[in-house]
């Protein structure tokens, strides 16, 4: 069965600096990865998604992924932050093997931005 | 474009209860899951449903149940509620097959409290 680790619960950056949130991923082939996003009291929307190809991907709002299959990871970037980034981003694997399936998820990290 | 919508957006019942949560999927998509998401935690898949039949479903009891409509919306039942079932629930869809057959797009979520 897949899994997915985000190691950090809670991270705090200054605006306008740069961001990576970390994504590790268990899976016995190469998965389907995706990063969604989270304003509070509301539902997710999807930043980017990997499934095969260039292992970085871009994606809305200024992010981008790189997929590392050697670490097992899908990190998540921005270059520089907004104010209007902080919110709860979650990775998620899904199982191509299996087609149009499940996705399970980790268990977020919280952005907090700083003035 | 419409994109995936959800009723009610809050609902509080109380122990033992039963309650029915909606979903209309994306327009153009024919697959519908659904999740949990308790507070503080990432969503946990509940189920799938495709063609009117549930297609995969995830390590929840028997008290969960869930429909799909002919027209591709779909419903999930909680019976005999707990405390521990207050939590968001979220809908997500997508298209069985070409192409994003992969990607899942979510609606806002009915909060759900169990007094």
């Known amino acids: 069965a897949q899994s997915v680790t985000q190691p950090d619960i809670h991270i705090t950056v200054s605006e306008g600096a740069s961001l990576e949130l970390r994504c590790n991923y268990s899976?016995?082939?190469?998965?389907?990865l995706f990063w969604y996003v989270q304003s509070p009291g509301q539902g997710l929307q999807l930043l980017l998604k990997?499934?095969?190809?260039?292992?970085l991907v871009q994606g809305i709002k200024g992010f981008e992924a790189e997929f590392k299959r050697s670490q097992s990871s899908f990190n998540l970037r921005k270059p520089s932050v907004h104010w209007s980034d902080a919110a709860e981003y979650f990775c998620a694997v899904g199982a191509p093997l299996f087609g149009n399936e499940k996705l399970t998820f980790g268990t977020g990290t919280r952005l907090t931005i700083i003035p | 474009d419409a994109g995936v919508t959800q009723s009610p957006t809050h609902l509080i019942k109380t122990r033992g209860q039963q309650v029915t949560l909606r979903c209309s999927p994306k327009?153009?998509?024919?697959?519908v899951s659904w999740y949990q998401q308790a507070l503080g935690q990432g969503p946990q898949f509940i189920f799938q449903y495709y063609e009117e039949e549930e297609r995969q479903r995830g390590n929840f009891p028997d008290r969960f149940s869930g429909h799909q409509f002919p027209n591709y919306s779909s419903e999930l039942n909680v019976n005999a509620l707990l405390l521990g079932d207050s939590a968001l629930y979220l809908c997500?869809?997508?298209?069985?097959?070409?192409?994003?057959?992969?990607?899942?797009?979510f609606g806002p979520g009915t909060r759900l409290l169990v007094l």
């Open positions: 990997y499934f095969s190809g260039d292992t």
């Open positions: 997500a869809s997508s298209l069985r097959t070409g192409r994003d057959q992969e990607t899942q797009y």
């Open positions: 899976y016995g082939a190469t998965p389907y």
């Open positions: 327009s153009g998509h024919d697959t």
